[in-house]
DNA sequence: GCAAAAGTGTTTACATTACACCCATGG
DNA sequence: CCATGGGTGTAATGTAAACACTTTTGC
């Protein structure tokens, strides 16, 4: 069965672009590189996957690590494959983009790695080709935002119209008419709104929404078009 | 600079889904496993991935052993990676997808190496998990006809827009209203009509169409939404 | 002349856009 | 009382879908 042995086997990692919301910015989570090469600058997280699991697996491990959360939100982004993109040696990366509340997080286990939240529109210099697969993260993120209505993996349980229209708003990097936005959504029939108010955002106060009930990412798939 | 020595590299491979099209079909290139597990069965064209070349590379180098062509337009697909999926050994697989005019290929070649065009309606049973990559493919390849005008990679150098059509039926596997389809291509300006007709098809005849001049796939990306 | 592909025109329905305007309320 | 975000209504424009209809020509 070893017809394979004489060919090369190579480093595979996996490194995820984790995306958040926070304060009407998409934040994005970036650590300190703790080995060489390029120990100390702010890199994107990531592992080595191992011989019995798959990329996805790996990925789901690395965001535990960092975060202390399982079953995370998960889209490949692809293969980034430069054979000369680490310095320290071969290692062909798969990128993933993972998306997450940002108060579902383990504050304490992000706090003690050093890894800080970082607005998309002002991200530090960062290590090898890690800004590019965080571009490619962004496009991905877009072309799913606009058939599918996000929201459920990036907000709280219960948001209002304004948020969710912010939401869109960071992602796309423009401005959705208010009033057509909320209309659009609206008529989706996937929102239900509560009793509640959110009273921070304006004096008047925002109802909340939450998603129906027994509604997956897929229900939610090609439903919409931006 | 060996802070990664201490994890598993793996077996690194591409996996080619050859797409062309012919007798108003979408056709794909496989062909027969030449090395244990499975040899002889059907197989995509694949090759594993060197120290020194991207994945990229690495498919390109697949499509010219195998069809004699070189720049082949070549899209990602992503990363198959259960540790199951190939009984020789755990190899992690990137699938890329291939469109090329089917009479472009060097025929010689593609005939020595016993490889076949199959109609995507009439696929033959495939190693491990092929047909789960052809199934991504053609979902790529869809998403990507729907937002970009296809047809310079798949089509001679001058086609009808009858052809045009029933690339596009075969591609979405439906029956788009011709009338319509007509005026909807037309109406983007990236077609010139030939002076020449086509009467192959009818009794009328057709008239050849081409792109106009300078333009590059970027260009005809997001120009239409199917 | 007729079948069949090539090509044009028209009607209807629906979605998108821009924007005007009212509401509620804390300071 | 007014600035501000929340929320509704509407008219104009654009696009998509359905389909009837005309043209051309080999058999």
Redesign the pocket.
């Known amino acids: 069965m070893d017809n394979y042995i004489k060919h090369n086997k190579q480093y595979v990692a996996v490194d995820c672009v984790i995306f958040s919301y926070e304060d009407q910015e998409l934040k994005l989570l970036l650590y300190p590189r703790g080995f060489e090469p390029s120990i100390g600058s702010w890199s994107l997280m990531g592992g080595f996957v191992k011989e019995d699991e798959s990329l996805e697996n790996a990925a789901q491990q690395v965001l535990f690590n960092t975060t202390g959360l399982k079953n995370i939100y998960l889209e490949q982004i692809g293969g980034f494959s430069n054979p000369d993109r680490d310095p320290g040696g071969r290692v062909i990366s798969i990128g993933f983009y993972a998306l997450m509340p940002i108060e579902d997080q383990n504050k304490e286990l992000v706090r003690n790695s050093g890894a800080h939240w970082w607005p998309i529109q002002k991200l530090p210099h960062l290590i090898f080709d890690h800004k590019e697969i965080i571009d490619a993260a962004l496009i991905k993120l877009q072309q799913k935002s606009s058939i599918s209505l996000i929201g459920k993996e990036l907000l709280p349980e219960a948001f209002?119209?304004?948020q969710l229209?912010n939401l869109y708003n960071a992602i796309f990097q423009k401005k959705f008419?208010?009033?057509?936005f909320?209309?659009?959504i609206?008529s989706l029939n996937v929102l239900k709104k509560l009793p509640k108010?959110?009273?921070s955002?304006?004096?008047?106060?925002?109802?909340y929404y939450t998603f129906i009930d027994n509604i997956e990412h897929n229900n939610l798939d090609r439903i919409i078009?931006f």
């Open positions: 209002t119209l304004t229209h008419d208010a009033g057509n909320r209309k659009k609206l108010k959110d009273t955002g304006s004096k008047r106060g925002a109802f078009k």
